[in-house]
């Protein structure tokens, strides 16, 4: 198994923030699993999504103590993908087979990865992150955030890429 398991939801793969999370897992060995490629449906009260792709996948995250998610900034706020994801979250708090699974999220450590066009991560953004890990009682790792609006430029991201990947070896997995 890998040292960590990264959730990554970007309208396309190999765009900014998916190269920054690469770089990122270049120097920390990374399980990524790219949720454009998964069929989650988004929350149905009704459970009546339970054959797609989101419990196999919640089954996965839930063996790793160290959890990634990766985003880029869209009006404020995570990708489409990455909402739907931390929505259907709910189904592990909600459905009775699935609750005491949901609790082992309790005490995990969670990054964030994100890309925007700014130097700082959007308060809106980072905000709701900390507000959601908080109440799954997750611990906080850190963000690695790039102001990529000349694009994911190489030579001025790895740096932050490095560090990064340096912070998620020395915590405790
Ligand atoms: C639909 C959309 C909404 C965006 N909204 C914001 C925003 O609110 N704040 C910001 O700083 N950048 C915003 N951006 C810019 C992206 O965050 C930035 O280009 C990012 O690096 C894109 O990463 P990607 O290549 O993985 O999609 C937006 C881009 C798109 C396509």
Redo the contacts with the bound molecule.
């Keep these: 198994m890998a040292d960590a398991i990264a959730l990554f939801a970007?309208?396309?793969r190999?765009?900014?923030?998916?190269?920054?999370l690469d770089r990122i897992a270049a120097e920390v060995d990374i399980e990524i699993v790219d949720l454009g490629s998964k069929q989650i449906s988004q929350y149905d009260y009704e459970h009546r999504n339970r054959g797609d792709d989101f419990e196999p996948l919640m089954h996965r995250v839930l063996m790793y103590d160290r959890i990634v998610l990766a985003?880029?900034?869209?009006?404020?706020?995570v990708?489409p993908p990455m909402k739907v994801f931390l929505d259907r979250i709910s189904d592990f708090l909600d459905l009775p087979d699935l609750v005491d699974h949901g609790r082992r999220l309790r005490g995990k450590t969670a990054y964030v990865v994100?890309?925007?066009?700014?130097d700082e991560v959007?308060k809106p953004?980072i905000g709701a992150w900390l507000e959601t890990f908080d109440y799954l009682g997750m611990r906080f790792g850190g963000v690695a955030h790039?102001?990529?609006?000349d694009?994911?430029v190489p030579s001025k991201h790895e740096i932050s890429a490095s560090e990064f990947a340096a912070q998620i070896r020395s915590q405790p997995g």
């Design positions: 970007s309208s396309r190999n765009g900014n923030t998916g190269q920054f985003s880029p900034v869209y009006w404020y706020a990708s994100a890309t925007s066009i700014y959007p953004f790039v102001n990529c609006r694009g994911y």
